[in-house]
């Protein structure tokens, strides 16, 4: 509800034999910048209202994006999309952003991290270079974070490193606790062959989500790359402390193993 330059979210639980109340909740607040952090807080306190131990929910708990759509089954979709990036299952990606397009289809970080995905897995086909242009056409219509991740996918799209370094070098000060900033900025360094600085931005993810699987991924391969082996290793070696794993982060554990000339792990 908008009540003046106020907004409020409510949620009632209701018995559904009775119809009485059996609780209500409610945040207010005067930007909708504010929207999905009180949204977040919110939630939890529902959660907690039907039952579920604080344990729980801060083990289970997962935020809304911060991206711009109409649609908030779309933004469920991509927030999902998120989740299943970080925990290195591409599987799912295609299928759950496509999902959201299909309720939004001028949801701009959507056509963005679609392209993203076909990028990955095929490399730079019509297909992603398609969705990274639509992103592109849509940008001003989002925040200014989303509209410089746009421009330097666009600018990487069109390897123009240099103009992507910059805009997400822009994007990190102006956000230091942006991980995707942070992650994009390591990969426009690799494209430079900056391959100290591409290892420090993945720290720098990882610091801010110790459980990120791109952030390992690359990280090893990074390491590999600039013949720092041992490091590699450890790092994989974290990541499976911590039980996070992908294919790819093989690849970088496979170029470790190679330059300490162990052909044997490496072909495994």
Excluded: C
Excluded at 2 to 21: A, F, H, K
Excluded at 148 to 176: C, G, T, W
Excluded at 243 to 267: E, I, K
Aim: aromatic content about 8%.
């Amino acid at each position: 509800q908008r009540m003046g330059q106020m907004i409020q979210v409510s949620v009632q639980g209701l018995d559904p034999v009775r119809g009485n109340v059996l609780f209500a909740e409610q945040e207010r607040f005067t930007g909708e910048n504010q929207y999905f952090d009180r949204t977040d807080a919110l939630a939890v306190r529902v959660r907690r209202r039907l039952g579920e131990s604080m344990d729980r929910i801060e083990k289970s708990s997962r935020p809304l994006a911060k991206v711009t759509t109409t649609s908030l089954e779309a933004l469920q979709l991509y927030s999902q999309a998120n989740d299943a990036r970080e925990q290195g299952d591409d599987a799912q990606l295609e299928s759950l952003l496509q999902g959201a397009l299909q309720l939004d289809s001028d949801f701009a970080m959507a056509h963005l991290r679609l392209g993203q995905h076909y990028a990955a897995v095929v490399s730079k086909t019509e297909n992603a270079l398609a969705e990274v242009e639509r992103a592109y056409q849509l940008r001003q219509n989002v925040t200014d974070r989303e509209q410089r991740k746009i421009e330097a996918e666009y600018f990487r799209m069109h390897e123009r490193y240099e103009d992507e370094a910059q805009s997400l070098n822009v994007l990190v000060s102006l956000y230091p606790d942006d991980e995707e900033g942070h992650q994009a900025l390591a990969d426009a360094h690799y494209d430079l062959n900056q391959l100290d600085k591409a290892a420090f931005e993945s720290r720098e993810v990882l610091r801010l989500n110790p459980t990120s699987a791109p952030a390992y991924r690359n990280l090893a391969l990074y390491l590999a790359r600039a013949n720092r082996s041992n490091e590699a290793l450890k790092v994989y070696q974290e990541a499976q402390f911590r039980n996070v794993d992908s294919p790819q982060m093989h690849w970088g554990v496979g170029l470790a193993y190679l330059d300490q000339g162990n052909v044997a792990n490496a072909r495994e």
